[in-house]
């Protein structure tokens, strides 16, 4: 993990073409905003870790038997 110490309207570049700029600091809360192309999903780790998990649970052995007799 890279880690990178940033103020205040201060910004990080990833990969040619997504802007991550620190907004506001207040106590322990530091808002952000990022700026990326609107193909790039961006997803808060908890719910990204949500979707991953209903993926998992969609795939069950009669979708896949369903699947199967599709093809």
């Known amino acids: 993990m890279l ?6 309207n201060e910004s990080l570049v ?3 073409n ?3 700029t620190i907004l506001d600091i207040k106590g322990d809360q530091i808002k952000i905003g990022i700026a990326a192309p609107r193909e790039v999903p961006i997803y808060r780790k908890e719910i990204y870790l949500e979707i ?3 993926n ?3 795939v069950t052995e ?3 038997a369903a699947l199967k007799e599709l093809l």
Not at 3 to 8: A, E, G, N, W
């Open 3 to 8: 880690t990178l110490s940033r103020k205040k």
């Open 14 to 16: 990833i990969n040619n």
């Open 18 to 20: 997504i802007e991550v």
């Open 52 to 54: 991953q998990e209903a």
């Open 56 to 58: 998992k649970n969609s």
């Open 62 to 64: 009669e979708s896949i």
